[in-house]
């Protein structure tokens, strides 16, 4: 079916709750205030709606394949990619000075939600540039970023990352690819590398691998990971290609999902070995592969958004097209479209709050890391960056579980049709699968929230986002409207049980009682985290009524915040009594037992 971005929604947000104008006088940013997001949004959903969105069923029809080394994607990605390319949309947030359009995070992130929500396979392959493009930004050399940067930036050339090896997933002390000095300065890699997106495919002539390898002689363990650059084909010192490197793709996965995007197993030195240069210092290769995985984990967040919008855009067609059975309260005669029901509207709107929440979530989230970049106090930017390092795991880890939740739902709404492959609601489920697992699963995302982000700094940062909170419930109630207190009840009633959570964390001494309860922190601070802003969007709604802002729109935001207190943050008290109270259940039984 066809997509329509957003815009509205997305404007609000950047309006009301990110404060596009208060970003546009930070230094860099002076020309990226709400007129232009307003413009630059409105293309993206053009360019998003006519060229990429109709290539998403062909993705999940006519996959990507590979033939003896070589992948050929599915027809019709080149030629997009190319309009892509030649639009500047790759550069969107990075320097003027390697290229880019240096606009901010938070309209780039609006920008990243079009194109996923349109085909989640096609996006796949801009994501991991973006992440090669800031690991070089911070840490790679002047020769590296002269011969590499401009060409990533311009979409020209792509980037991967390569981190999983088969006896390495996520435990990445365990990487075995080894990478031998040379006397020129190079060093040449030996290794497989597997689960790599877009590793290997024909949308441009060069790749550029950033992979993690061993040095021989390094120390065991993490310690010892270094990070290198290995083309797909040399470039020479004028900037044209020569010969190809020592890297070949053997296999691509056939997958559950996102079956467009080939996710390539990489053979590094079968023939002599694949001249490799190395990123910043030896042994620190884990701390620069974090910059990506970091941009990476809040992109992928922006997935879990976009996926979940896609399909309940189709589930709300399918609702007012399918006539099925009498409404209870007689309001039709006779059969009528199932949106009439009140457990599909509820399908419906469990959908829509969801996915505006965390919409609001990472705009939020954006903004701060725009401020944490650009703004010109030190003591602002470090508050700023706290705020956008605690969101991470929150955008990544819940935006995508809640994908798996909204898209089952599209499925649900669908009835015996959604388990049908033709009406295309099923593709939406299965692509958002990935999302939870790739870039760190949700686990690995709640012990971060737990272990890196609460933890280290004894609560401080999650008890000040606490304090925020009850000042926007200070503000609900000034309102008086009965929405509002409503949603003011909620968000203390969750606050509350975020609290007692933080708390319990900070003072419990058995790490198993800790991290029993690390997911479902996660979820709790993301139903959090999101009412919250839904909270804040109900009361910009209120004051734009006053000003006789669009009445339907406005009021629509309300109801969502509404429906969101009375559905999602209730479950906040039950989720703090299942880490307070449950530890000893998830770990009481015997190993033998399972």
């Known amino acids: ?50 060229v990429v969105a109709p290539l998403n069923r062909e993705g999940d029809r006519n996959p990507s394949g590979w033939n003896q080394g070589v992948v050929t994607t599915t027809p019709g990605f080149k030629q997009a990619y190319q309009q892509y390319v030649e639009a500047g949309w790759q550069g969107l947030q990075h320097s003027a000075d390697c290229g880019g359009q240096g606009l901010p995070k938070v ?11 349109a085909n989640l396979s096609f996006a796949l392959c801009p994501l991991l ?19 590499y940067l401009e060409k990533l930036v311009s979409g020209n050339w792509t ?12 435990d990445l002390s365990l990487v075995r690819t080894r990478a031998e000095p040379q006397a020129d300065g190079t ?3 030996f290794g497989t590398k597997i689960f790599i997106t877009y590793g290997e495919h024909d949308l441009t002539e060069n790749i550029v691998h950033l992979v993690l390898a061993r040095i021989n002689g390094a120390p065991e363990g993490v310690k010892g990971i270094s990070l290198f650059v290995v083309p797909k084909f040399l470039v020479n010192d004028d900037g044209s290609l020569g010969a190809r490197n020592d890297v070949h793709c053997v296999s691509i996965e056939h997958k559950l999902g996102i079956k467009a995007s080939p996710t390539a197993v990489l053979q590094y030195g079968d023939h002599g070995g694949a001249i490799a240069y190395l990123v910043g210092q030896e042994n620190r290769g884990l701390e620069y592969m974090f910059i990506m995985m970091n941009a990476a984990r809040f992109a992928v967040g922006v997935q879990g958004i976009a996926v979940a919008e896609r399909s309940y855009q ?53 903004a701060a890391y725009d401020a944490a970049h650009a703004h010109p106090e030190a003591q602002t930017r470090l508050q700023n960056q706290a705020f956008y390092e605690f969101m991470v795991p929150l955008v990544k880890g819940y935006s995508t579980e809640m994908s798996l939740e909204a898209t089952s739902l599209g499925v649900q709404v669908h009835g015996g049709m959604g388990f049908i492959e033709e009406t295309g609601a099923a593709q939406h489920y299965r692509d958002a ?66 609290l007692e959570v933080v708390d319990f964390l900070c003072g419990q001494q058995d790490p198993n009682a800790v991290y029993a309860g690390s997911v479902p922190y996660l979820m709790l601070s993301g139903k959090l985290i999101a009412g919250w802003q839904l909270g804040r969007a109900l009361l910009a709604a209120l004051a734009a009524l006053e000003r006789g802002g669009d009445a339907e729109f406005m009021r629509s935001k ?28 998830v770990t009481g039984l015997a190993l033998e037992s399972f």
Do not use: W
């Not at 947000?13 to 232009?36: C, K, M, V």
């Not at 980037?159 to 996520?170: F, K, R």
């Not at 109801?559 to 530890?583: E, K, M, N, Y």
């Open 433 to 498: 699968k990935i999302l939870t697992i790739y870039e760190g699963t949700t686990a690995i995302q709640a012990n971060d929230l737990v272990g890196r982000k609460t933890l280290r700094d004894g609560g401080r940062t999650a008890r000040g986002i606490a304090a925020q909170i009850e000042a926007s419930e200070a503000q609900l109630r000034q309102s008086k409207h009965a929405d509002a207190l409503v949603v003011a009840d909620a968000l203390e009633r969750a606050r509350q049980s975020f």
């Open 107 to 117: 309209i780039a992130a609006a920008c990243a939600e079009m194109l996923n929500s």
């Open 314 to 366: 189709q589930a709300v067609a399918y609702a007012r097209d399918r006539v099925q059975s009498r409404p209870v309260d007689g309001s039709v005669k006779g059969s009528a479209p199932i949106i009439h029901h009140p457990d599909v509207r509820r399908m419906l709107m469990s959908m829509r709050a969801n996915i505006e929440g965390c919409r609001a979530m990472a705009c939020v989230a954006a």
């Open 558 to 585: 309300m109801v969502t915040a509404r429906f969101f207190a009375d559905h999602v943050l209730s479950q906040a008290p039950g989720l703090c009594d299942s880490i307070v109270q449950g530890a000893s259940s």
């Open 1 to 50: 079916m066809s997509y329509n971005a957003p815009v509205k929604d997305m404007l609000f947000n950047l309006r009301h709750l990110a404060h596009i104008d208060a970003i546009s006088q930070l230094p860099g940013f002076e020309h990226a205030g709400y007129d232009t997001a307003q413009v630059v949004l409105e293309e993206a959903a053009k360019f998003n709606q006519q």
């Open 187 to 189: 060093f040449r890699l």
């Open 129 to 147: 540039t973006d992440g090669a493009i800031e690991a070089l930004l911070t840490a790679g050399s002047e020769e590296l970023k002269k011969t």
């Open 159 to 170: 980037g991967t990352m390569n981190l999983t090896e088969p006896q390495a997933g996520s």
